[in-house]
């Protein structure tokens, strides 16, 4: 793979760690890396975003709400959004309510959404809709609710599930959101050639915590 190929991948890569134990020590360096590399952005822990901020300014931070299940309830998700960005996050990726979901509550889940763009304003709004726990009648479904509701991206997974993104979703999602709506693949995401068919494919951010490692072991 060229040089080339590899900037453009990692530039689009949201450079994660969103572990359970993930320790500040290992979030700066998150960040370091992040800085380093040009990532799009370090997508990390809400309890870390006001001391990442602090720690590095500039960077673009990206943040998880109502992680990693989604049931929280709306009026808590936007009260988590709000006070993300007050403490320095620029990007929000929330989970929906999968459960209301498939229970058919779909104004539920719309209006879940779009309470949180409100509160985003013109930051970036990505919706993980957990594709490993839906049919693809509800994958195809969430690609209208979130063209609807306003998000700027749909995203695959949280990565803590049964699965993450494949190939089969993302030409899905391609083939069901609107022009307005980006894409995000997240999760299991192995390869620098994976990372490069995602993009092929149509999507325009990647969710990993592979990428820059990878490139690391290349030598950079």
């Not at 006001?50 to 009260?79: D, R, W």
């Not at 209301?100 to 779009?114: C, D, F, H, P, T």
């Not at 709004?125 to 839906?134: A, P, R």
């Not at 690609?143 to 695959?156: E, L």
């Amino acid at each position: 793979m060229n040089e080339e190929t590899i900037k453009k991948i990692i530039s689009a890569t949201d450079h994660t760690l969103l572990r359970a134990d993930a320790t500040w020590d290992e979030i700066k360096q998150i960040c370091d890396d992040g800085a380093k590399y040009k990532t799009a952005s370090v997508c990390i822990p809400p309890c870390y975003v006001e001391m990442a901020h602090s720690y590095m300014p500039g960077l673009n931070i990206c943040t998880v709400i109502g992680f990693p299940n989604g049931n929280q309830t709306t009026k808590t998700k936007v009260l988590e959004t709000m006070d993300a960005l007050n403490k320095g996050a620029s990007e929000i990726d929330m989970v929906i309510n999968i459960g209301m979901l498939k229970a058919g509550e779909y104004e539920y889940v719309e209006n879940e959404i779009r309470a949180i763009k409100e509160a985003c304003g013109d930051h970036i709004l990505k919706v993980i809709i957990e594709t490993c726990l839906l049919t693809n009648d509800q994958k195809a479904k969430m690609c209208k609710i979130v063209s609807k509701a306003g998000a700027d991206y749909i995203k695959t997974s949280t990565g803590f599930s049964a699965g993450g993104a494949t190939f089969d979703d993302i030409r899905l999602f391609h083939a069901n959101v609107a022009d307005n709506v980006k894409i995000k693949a997240a999760g299991g995401i192995s390869s620098l050639e994976d990372a490069e068919m995602f993009m092929e494919l149509g999507a325009e951010r990647l969710g990993t915590s592979r990428i820059i490692k990878m490139v690391k072991d290349l030598g950079e």
